[in-house]
């Protein structure tokens, strides 16, 4: 066989055997998934009642994602959009009020654990962030203060789950974050989870 015959051969089979090694592609940066914010544990909501001052005020979302307002007890929020909380709470207004007209404005953000962003392993704050529009990869580095110094970053990975399966994805964090190649970066989606493990020296 000739050299050329040899190298088109050898770059056939290169082709071929990394085609068998790709892995779904992730979102690209700024193409996130338009999801609405569901109210969660931990957030603080300003709850006003339309020429009812006495009945408006500002609330946080207890622990067990239910909410309490005068003439309002034990509501439960977490889950639900703040429009759909304001409707829940005038059906229980309208037990005591005419007509109530209700408008729920969240302002501390935390939302559900279910749509929480969570970093795991050897990031400088391991922690869960509330996720945002167009939340990418980068955005969540920045959060918790990028990686330590006995990280594996290269060998990084998204942990996802939708529509009833799990996949996990690899990602380039030395590369994004030492390298500042933005190749790297890619969207993230509610309820991702970063694990980033540990370089065995």
Known sequence: MSVLGWAATGLAGLVLGLGGCAKPPL???GHGIDTP???GAGDTLNIVVWRNA???MVVPVRPDGKITTPL???LPASGKTATQLARDIEKVL???IQSPVVTV???GFVGPYSQQVRVIGEAAKPQALPYRENMTLLDVMIAVGGITDFADG?????LR???GKTQQFGVRLVDLVRGGDLSANVAMRPGDILIIPQSFF
């Open 27 to 29: 979102d690209e940066p």
């Open 37 to 39: 914010y569901l109210v």
């Open 54 to 56: 006495e009945l408006s």
């Open 72 to 74: 309002v007890e034990d």
């Open 94 to 96: 309208a037990k005591y």
């Open 105 to 107: 404005i969240v302002t």
């Open 154 to 158: 290269n060998k990084a990975s998204i």
């Open 161 to 163: 789950t939708g529509g």
